[in-house]
């Protein structure tokens, strides 16, 4: 059984920052891509960042130069930097391993950004 449990969610000010940390059962962090994602309240989820098993990454226009995904495969765990957050960033935020046509999510972790 899969298992990815976010944490490091919370509430910060505007122009704050925060870590978010998902760390996955066995070696699905290091065979897997990886992403985060949000889904703010009315909204669709959305990625936010994705970091492949070769260690390329992509971002969402929307956090292109705040935001920084990467991946310690030794602790099983991928992280996302979270710097000059905005209110529009508040969210759950969900980490996902993409293997192959398999999908699994984390149960998310909130992150509330006051302005």
């Known amino acids: 059984q899969v298992q990815l449990v976010e944490s490091g969610g919370g509430l910060v000010q505007a122009g704050g920052s925060l870590r978010l940390s998902c760390t996955g059962s066995?070696?699905?962090?290091?065979?897997?891509?990886m992403g985060w994602y949000r889904q703010a309240p009315g909204k669709q989820r959305e990625l936010v960042a994705l970091?492949?098993?070769?260690?390329?990454?992509n971002y969402a226009d929307s956090v292109k130069g705040r935001f920084t995904i990467s991946r310690d495969n030794a602790k099983n765990t991928v992280f996302l930097q979270m710097n000059s957050l905005k209110p529009e960033d508040t969210a759950v935020y969900y980490c996902?391993?993409?293997?192959?046509?398999?999908?699994?999510w984390g149960q998310g972790t909130q992150v509330t950004v006051s302005s």
């Open positions: 970091i492949r098993s070769g260690g390329s990454t």
């Open positions: 066995g070696n699905i962090i290091s065979i897997s891509a």
């Open positions: 996902a391993a993409h293997y192959g046509l398999t999908d699994y």
